[in-house]
């Protein structure tokens, strides 16, 4: 039971993330550190973390980047490297966590996977 319990928050989640994402609303639902948070090996939410990332990726693929910038993503990336991404670059940038999740996930993937 558990295990449909939390796949059934992890659809939530990116249904939540999506609508967020697609509908341009700037009340931020989550800030980096949170996500940081939720993506920490053992949080027992990385099932969220990953169905956000997921869908701030395929929202930016959809609409073409609130940020300027396109992801390009192809067949061989998987979901665990854009996490990875992502995870590196909160990592890498703490001065930055204070910021929007959504808008953090969109300039990682930008930074690691941007077409040219």
């Known amino acids: 039971m558990t295990q449909l319990y939390r796949r059934l928050f992890g659809v939530g ?9 697609s509908a341009g609303a700037r009340a931020d639902f989550k800030d980096g550190r949170q996500l940081l ?7 027992g939410r990385e099932l969220y ?6 869908a701030v990726a395929d929202a930016e693929l959809k609409q073409g980047g609130d940020l300027g910038d396109t992801i390009c993503r192809t067949e061989e990336i998987k979901l665990g490297q854009m996490k990875d991404v992502v995870v ?7 001065e930055t966590r204070d910021y929007a999740a959504v808008s953090l996930v969109a300039r990682a993937l930008a ?4 077409c040219r």
Not at 37 to 43: F, K, L, N, P, V
Not at 49 to 54: F, H, L, N, Q, R
Not at 88 to 94: A, E, R, V
């Open 13 to 21: 989640a990116v249904v939540a993330a999506v609508m967020s994402v």
């Open 37 to 43: 948070q939720d993506c920490a090996r053992g949080s």
């Open 49 to 54: 973390c990953e169905g956000y990332i997921a």
């Open 88 to 94: 590196l670059y909160l990592t890498s940038h703490p």
């Open 111 to 114: 930074d690691a996977f941007l």
